[in-house]
């Protein structure tokens, strides 16, 4: 079955600039989650989404940074006034129901990512 | 959350086993100890997930024991394709949910 899938791939943008990054989960996936991955290090918790509503979006490094879900399905996640520091790759995940699933606690599974690159 | 310590770094040859510790010691009752493997240029996948003793699958096998303050991800027979970054994680199935990664252990594989 389809994979959770995250666009664009890359995105060159220009210091200023906003940008949106998408992400689309696997079908019925209930929770979703955005990381922060800078070049060699681990990843970064953003935000978490249960069904469309963020219970947590401890992780946003700065009001720049907002996300949304609709649907249950789809999240754009938009970085405003981009500046280089938020040079990464930006990865979603995302989680079936919450509790033992599939024979495991909380698996979460992951997208490919959208580097993204300020100059 | 429970914080996590494993090595920077480790090398192995192929066909060798290769086994990752990593320490946990302040890890909670309800918490699950959780594995994930990372290729460049992709996300994280799932490994293998264990609470106590050993669980093993067609990947690796976990080792805890009793106190469940370390557990080591063994991986038989390393090839050049399990050259990645490994993460050790642990959290229990409340709360929220977020997963927390750290640094990692990047494994290489010689031929």
């Known amino acids: 079955g389809a994979g959770v899938s995250q666009s664009p791939s890359n995105k060159v943008t220009e210091k200023g600039k906003d940008v949106e990054l998408r992400c689309d989960p696997i079908s019925g996936h209930t929770a979703l989650y955005w990381y922060r991955q800078r070049l060699g290090q681990g990843l970064e918790f953003l935000i978490y989404?249960?069904?469309?509503?963020?219970?947590?979006k401890s992780g946003l490094p700065s009001d720049r940074f907002s996300a949304e879900r609709t649907g249950e399905s789809v999240s754009t996640l938009t970085i405003q006034r981009t500046q280089q520091e938020d040079s990464a790759v930006y990865l979603c995940a995302s989680s079936p129901v919450p509790g033992l699933a599939g024979g495991s606690y909380n698996e979460q599974f992951f997208g490919p990512g959208t580097r993204l690159t300020v100059l | 959350l429970a914080k996590t310590t494993q090595p920077i770094s480790m090398d192995s040859y192929e066909g060798q086993e290769v086994n990752i510790t990593c320490s946990h010691n302040?890890?909670?009752?309800?918490?699950?100890i959780t594995w994930y493997q990372q290729f460049p240029s992709q996300g994280p996948r799932f490994i293998i997930q264990?609470?106590?003793t050993k669980v093993t699958n067609e990947v690796a096998s976990l080792f805890i024991p009793a106190d469940r303050k370390s557990s080591t991800l063994s991986l038989p027979r390393v090839s050049l394709s399990d050259t990645a970054v490994y993460y050790c994680l642990v959290g229990g199935d409340t709360g929220r949910r977020a997963l927390t990664f750290g640094s990692g252990t990047r494994l290489q594989v010689q031929p």
């Open positions: 302040n890890i909670a009752t309800n918490d699950y």
């Open positions: 989404f249960q069904g469309n509503s963020a219970p947590d």
């Open positions: 264990g609470y106590k």
